[in-house]
């Protein structure tokens, strides 16, 4: 779709309107605003202060409310789910059974969230305030069933997928609070016990018929390694079902960019490289590489900010390898991060 815009003056310029192009300050080559931008008083107040005149405002089309207002929609889909979620595990903690019910409903929410191209750009922009377990359970369980699809699994592998990643971390329902939210790296004895919880999540679905063998085996495995370094029974290679071995690298992914009390998000890239240098041996490459492909195809087209205070726009990643891509500068320059090291991305509007 091609963006139409129209110049303002800023004193016609009112809160809500989108920015087309970055404002940039006169005379200068500083990018005050990126494009996207939606604005409001106060952002036209610094504007003003700065000494703009005039900026380029984006004229919404149809298909662009159509969008917005399916992201509304998608966004309304998720705070249900997490509601849902919710009183599904706490089901779950009281009776020690699956409530099929409950499930079948969030795996309807979750292939209609799934209908939405940008979903992992979705789950950056969400709040990130609730429960640690539930939200990351969710999380899991949408980022897996977007690699099945993605992977071209059939209609009911997708829908394992989704199930397993739902339930990989039930078990931790029966592990005290102290240890779950403690906000510091955890003693030795804290981390055995946290280790169980793959065994716990295990026993917890283990005599539910509605759960497959398939989803029963995933959620029991996804802590595995393919070169047997992972836990609670060191599998390696092909004794790790397919499903576990893609339910390891949702879990990762979702860990990896969500804030944590003592660590930082990574962003999308950061994690890309990370997992282009963990999945030799470890992570199964066809998946990891799936989910670095649909992640730098979402950044095509993004603003992101340099470590020099520059903004620049995403324009092509070389390879499937890479995690660098070439940017274009706000005066029409174009960089290969590939190829100049000494430059870094900082931050990526929309992740």
């Known amino acids: 779709m091609t963006k139409t815009a129209e110049k303002f003056l800023l004193c016609h310029v009112r809160p809500g309107m ?12 500083t990018i005050l605003l990126t494009e996207d931008t939606v604005l409001s008083q106060k952002l036209i107040d610094y504007l003003v202060s700065a000494g703009c005149q005039s900026v380029d405002i984006a004229l919404l089309s149809n298909d662009d409310i159509v969008d917005r207002e399916e992201l509304q929609r998608q966004k309304n889909t998720y705070s249900l789910m997490m509601d849902s979620i919710q009183k599904t595990f706490d089901q779950i903690r009281s009776s020690r059974s699956i409530p ?11 292939l209609e969230l799934l209908c939405y191209r940008d979903v992992l750009k979705l789950l950056n922009t969400l709040c990130k305030s609730d429960d640690r377990t539930m939200r990351h359970s969710l999380n899991v369980a949408i ?33 005290p609070d102290r240890i779950i939210n403690k906000p510091s790296k955890l003693l030795p004895y804290e981390m055995s016990v946290m280790r169980c919880h793959p065994y716990y999540s295990f026993q917890l679905v283990e005599s539910s018929d509605y759960i497959s063998d398939n989803i029963k085996n995933a959620i029991l495995q996804h802590h595995e390694r393919l070169d047997g370094s992972g836990y609670p029974n060191r599998l390696e290679g092909k004794d790790i079902t397919p499903l576990a071995q893609l339910i390891a690298v949702a879990d990762i992914y979702e860990a990896m960019t969500s ?21 030799f041996g470890k992570l199964n490459p066809d998946v990891c590489l799936t989910l670095a492909i649909r992640l730098k195809s979402l950044m095509i087209g993004n603003g992101v900010l340099l470590d020099n205070g520059q903004w620049a726009k995403i324009i092509h990643f070389e390879q499937d390898f890479s995690f660098r891509p070439l940017v274009r500068m706000s005066d029409g320059e174009y960089i290969d991060l590939e190829r100049n090291l000494s430059m870094q991305i900082v931050k990526i509007d929309g992740f």
């Open 18 to 29: 989108v920015l087309a192009e970055p404002a940039i300050a006169p005379g200068k080559k």
């Open 100 to 110: 099929v019910p409950q499930i079948k409903k969030l795996i309807v929410q979750s």
């Open 143 to 175: 980022v897996s069933g977007g690699l099945a699809q993605w992977l071209g699994w059939s209609k009911q592998e997708t829908t394992e997928a989704i199930i397993a990643g739902m339930l990989h971390d039930v078990g931790k329902v029966l592990i």
């Open 259 to 279: 804030h944590l009390v003592y660590r930082r998000a990574l962003s999308p890239l950061d994690a890309i490289q990370e997992f282009l240098q963990e999945m």
